[in-house]
């Protein structure tokens, strides 16, 4: 019987991960869970807080609040309650907080993703839906079988190392475009000194603008042009230079020169991570909670992958 399965271009796949440090990894970013030893550090860490602060004083750390928070991603705060006054009882925290400091707490979150300390990186971007919450009959009989709205996601991250860089989140049809947001994402990197080695991203991101932003910054790029590309510059000489190289080979010389299945790397891999990790559909109904939760889920699978890496490095 003929496979129908395509052959796969380049060289064969070899995977070159040691399998008993990757599972070990695997099994630590479980611990991160439960790690309390920032609790030796409580009053300190409060002490810090309340340092000229106007008002009531904070009585929880901002550690306690951060893994609450990496908590919620699964269940609903009063579980995260739960949990805490266990710990309590277990004489590992020594108080806990009600489940309305900790929504309150949580939402001021600001996450955000660690810049490369040594000052260079290379980027991948691209795009991913996920499902708004679904209310099932309820939504059915107060709205009949509309079509479900899809919050987009475009990150950016280092296909090298997986580390996320940025995040762009809005309602499917609304906010910034994937290569606005690729612009955004490399225009903070540059302003904050970091050198891009090289882009990586799909035909979408064929586009003028994004083209000269590299060139501005002599950043190498991995972006297949579309089957109509005009060789003409029309605005960007860069952009003409890839369209003529891409034009005189053959799409697996051009794919395995660029290394372009790396960027894989940098985005799928991390979207199908988080999907599994957390699932694909938001438990927050309106669109701005629904945000706050999809860039808190990116935010809390980068905190337990770093935390076992650190782990396991030994750093």
Not at 72 to 79: A, F, K, P, S, Y
Not at 98 to 112: F, G
Not at 237 to 253: L, P
Request: net charge positive; aromatic share 12%; with cysteine.
């Amino acid at each position: 019987m003929a496979s129908n399965q395509k052959e796969r271009w380049g060289k064969p796949y070899r995977d070159r991960r040691t399998w008993p440090t990757y599972n070990e990894e695997l099994v630590v970013r479980g611990e991160f869970l439960l790690d309390l030893a920032w609790v030796c550090s409580w009053d300190e860490e409060l002490m810090r807080m309340n340092e000229h602060k106007r008002g009531h004083p904070y009585e929880f750390p901002e550690s306690l609040i951060e893994l609450q928070a990496v908590w919620n991603q699964w269940i609903g705060l009063r579980q995260v309650e739960g949990i805490t006054r266990a710990l309590v009882e277990a004489a590992q925290l020594p108080q806990f907080n009600d489940y309305s400091t900790i929504n309150r707490r949580i939402r001021n979150i600001q996450p955000s993703f660690a810049l490369p300390k040594h000052g260079f990186c290379s980027v991948s971007t691209d795009g991913t839906g996920i499902k708004m919450h679904n209310a099932g009959e309820y939504r059915k009989v107060k709205y009949g079988n509309k079509k479900r709205r899809w919050i987009k996601v475009v990150l950016s991250a280092n296909p090298l190392t997986k580390d996320m860089l940025d995040l762009e989140i809005s309602l499917d049809g609304g906010g910034l475009s994937e290569p606005e947001a690729a612009q955004q994402h490399l225009q903070n990197l540059y302003n904050h000194g970091i050198t891009v080695d090289k882009f990586w991203g799909d035909g979408t991101f064929d586009v003028l603008q994004l083209f000269n932003l590299l060139e501005r910054h002599s950043t190498e790029s991995a972006i297949p042009p579309r089957s109509n590309a005009s060789n003409e510059s029309k605005g960007s000489m860069r952009r003409a230079r890839e369209v003529r190289e891409f034009k005189s080979k053959e799409w697996n010389t051009w794919a395995q020169e660029k290394q372009y299945g790396k960027r894989w790397l940098g985005t799928e891999v991390i979207f199908s991570a988080v999907k599994g990790v957390f699932g694909e559909n938001t438990r927050a109904k309106t669109p701005e909670t629904a945000f706050a939760e999809v860039h808190r889920r990116f935010w809390a699978y980068e905190r337990m992958r770093k935390y076992a890496q650190r782990k396991i490095s030994g750093c």
